[in-house]
């Protein structure tokens, strides 16, 4: 019998967050008993666990229909599922520290942000697969593709309204996300200079949305950093997933030196 624990992410409260699968040890599971898990918990993302080596573990994530790079909220969650103490992810995109406190909160760092242009013909097919038009979207935050283990479009718009009234084209979105080797699109909504309210689609994952996105949160902190649109220094809230009944809240940290985002919020068991 494989144990396969539950866990919601980037919340104190069961009923939030983001739930996530956790299987502490997935040493003798195939590829394909893997991604047979994950379909059946049905959680956006299930992290196994295929190794550990003291405070190193290597570590694996599959929607219910993929495998996936990186995964922040199943980081964060298998991270509180090991306990208190610091630990090393291998990633399939590379080393992730993950520090866990006394209070049962993870701060992950992530591998190397990179940012880079997001074509006009791929803004334009995004934006009719999201059913908006180019005069929703924010001048003052350019669309553009980041990366922090996985890549996401990060795409900013003016009204806190258009956000919630998401209703995307979901065959559409779907295609160009996998010809492109998106995992989630990172729709933004600035509320204020550190606040900022998130939706993430993961139509490829088989999931419609995320209510919480680590990897997207860390991929949003090298976005604003490559762009001055914030400070050296900064601590953001990201609210996510209250559009969704799951209210979640992930707090990025940008330090001046560290290349990496730095990714933090609570985990809790669902019973």
Same mark, same amino acid.
């Given at each position: 019998?494989?144990? +396969?624990?539950?866990?919601?992410?980037?919340?104190?409260?069961?009923?939030?967050?983001?739930?996530?699968g956790?299987?502490?040890?997935?040493?003798?599971?195939?590829d394909?008993?893997?991604?047979? +898990?994950?379909?059946?918990?049905g959680? @956006?993302?299930?992290?196994?666990?295929?190794?550990?080596?003291?405070?190193?573990?290597?570590?694996?994530?599959?929607?219910?229909l993929?495998?996936?790079?990186?995964?922040?909220?199943?980081?964060v969650?298998t991270?509180?599922?090991?306990?208190p103490?610091?630990?090393?992810?291998?990633?399939?995109?590379?080393?992730?520290?993950v520090?866990?406190?006394?209070?049962?909160?993870?701060?992950l760092?992530?591998?190397?942000?990179?940012v880079?242009d997001?074509g006009?013909?791929?803004?334009?097919?995004?934006?009719? #697969?999201l059913?908006?038009d180019?005069?929703?979207?924010?001048?003052?935050?350019?669309?553009?593709?980041?990366?922090?283990?996985?890549?996401?479009? +990060?795409?900013?718009?003016? @009204?806190?309204?258009?956000?919630?009234?998401l209703?995307?084209?979901?065959?559409?979105?779907?295609a160009?996300?996998?010809?492109?080797g998106?995992?989630?699109?990172?729709?933004?909504?600035?509320? @204020? #200079?550190?606040?900022?309210?998130?939706?993430?689609?993961?139509?490829?994952?088989?999931?419609?949305?995320?209510p919480?996105?680590g990897?997207a949160?860390a991929?949003?902190?090298?976005y604003?950093?490559?762009?001055?649109?914030?400070p050296?220094?900064?601590?953001?809230l990201?609210?996510?997933?209250?559009?969704?009944?799951?209210?979640?809240?992930?707090t990025?940290?940008?330090?001046?030196?560290?290349?990496?985002?730095?990714v @933090?919020?609570?985990a809790?068991?669902?019973?």
């Open positions: 019998m494989t144990q +396969i624990l539950r866990y919601a992410a980037f919340t104190l409260d069961p009923a939030g967050g983001n739930p996530a956790v299987v502490l040890d997935a040493s003798t599971l195939s394909a008993r893997m991604q047979q +898990i994950a379909a059946e918990v959680y @956006s993302e299930t992290a196994f666990v295929t190794a550990a080596d003291g405070d190193r573990y290597r570590v694996r994530y599959f929607s219910p993929v495998e996936v790079p990186f995964c922040g909220h199943a980081t969650a991270a509180v599922a090991l306990g103490g610091e630990h090393v992810f291998t990633t399939n995109a590379g080393d992730v520290p520090s866990v406190d006394g209070a049962g909160v993870a701060t760092s992530s591998v190397r942000p990179r880079g997001l006009g013909e791929d803004l334009a097919a995004l934006l009719t #697969a059913r908006w180019a005069g929703d979207l924010d001048p003052a935050l350019p669309p553009r593709v980041a990366y922090a283990g996985a890549y996401h479009p +990060i795409l900013a718009v003016t @009204s806190r309204r258009r956000l919630a009234e209703d995307y084209d979901v065959p559409a979105l779907t160009l996300m996998t010809a492109r998106w995992t989630t699109v990172q729709l933004v909504f600035r509320d @204020s #200079a550190e606040t900022f309210d998130v939706r993430d689609p993961f139509p490829v994952g088989g999931v419609y949305e995320d919480a996105t990897a949160a991929a949003l902190g090298g604003l950093r490559e762009l001055e649109l914030v050296a220094s900064a601590e953001l990201l609210r996510q997933g209250d559009d969704m009944g799951r209210p979640s809240r992930v990025v940290r940008l330090v001046p030196g560290n290349e990496a985002v730095l @933090s919020g609570p809790v068991p669902i019973s």
